[in-house]
């Protein structure tokens, strides 16, 4: 906690307790006795804080008086906030109008409210500041309502899915286990009864969905914890390999400070290259991951990723070559 937010913090016990105690302050800041009268008396003096120690009751509060305004300096955010705040904001206002309206409202108004109390306007932050979402997909899934009801009454689904690889289109029972936002796309996480294992649905791939009165098959958490976090990616599974990844130093400035999941091991090495390695469990969403950093990264283990990269680079290099070469 800086200095300006314990100003925040001081500031709002007050005015909620009225009276607040000595030690309740150096209990809620964190701070030495020294460090918080350095604070009472920055407030006074410099913000012009009307605080007084109530020497009957025992403790600080505030006396309002004729002095000078009090008014504290403007708070902003970290990035963390900043985003909640704006990922907040941003999703209410792609909400079309209808009978949430009338709830959605006092909700952005709070939004804008908290934004401001950074001392700035709202509209101005939102000018000055954008969340940038690339390769969504706008359209709202048609069965999102019918896979939502369904996931909490808990009930099983009749879906009908579109497999994009096969161009073909399956019907299959499935009992919903939670809905996942993924990369700015959702996926119904479900146990197949047809497969008669836990798989992923793109809700955009699904052509019709019938919910049924059969009661969805319940999978425990640690279960769904272990396919779905354990290794890499969304249709992860449970950690079959370990990937490393050699990045060039030029690349690792950056790799570096990134994660990719919860278990991964960075190594920087002498040269000034990054070593990364990751649990997964499915090969291609790893591979389009490894191949956005170009020549800049190096597979060096398992050989199955390794001939995965290169089948797709050498596809990659066979659609875009030149005539006559070779």
Known sequence: MNRTERFYKIDRMLHERKLVPKGAFLEALGVSDATFKRDIEYMRERLNAPIVWDREARGYRFEPGDGPPYELPGLWFSAAELYALLAAQNLLEDIEPGFLAAHVAPLKSRLAALLESGGHPAAEVARRVKLVSLARRPVEPRFFNEVAQ????????????????????????????????????????????????????????????RALSTSAHEIPDE????????????????????????????????VRNECWHRDQQGELLPDGSYRLRIPYAVEAELAMDVLRHGADVIVEAPESLRQCVRDEAWALWQNHRAPGDG
């Open 150 to 209: 369904a996931l909490l009454q808990r009930h099983q689904l009749e879906i009908s899915a579109w497999n994009r690889r096969r161009d073909e289109v399956n019907v299959r029972i499935v009992s919903p286990q939670r809905l996942v936002h993924y990369r700015d796309n959702w996926y119904l996480d479900a146990w197949c009864h047809w497969r008669d294992g836990l798989r992923s649905f793109s809700l955009d791939t699904l052509r019709q969905v």
């Open 223 to 254: 279960e769904l914890e272990r396919q779905y976090t354990s290794s890499y990616g969304i249709f992860s599974g449970e950690t079959r390999h370990w990937a490393v990844l050699r990045f060039v130093p030029e690349r690792a400035r950056w």
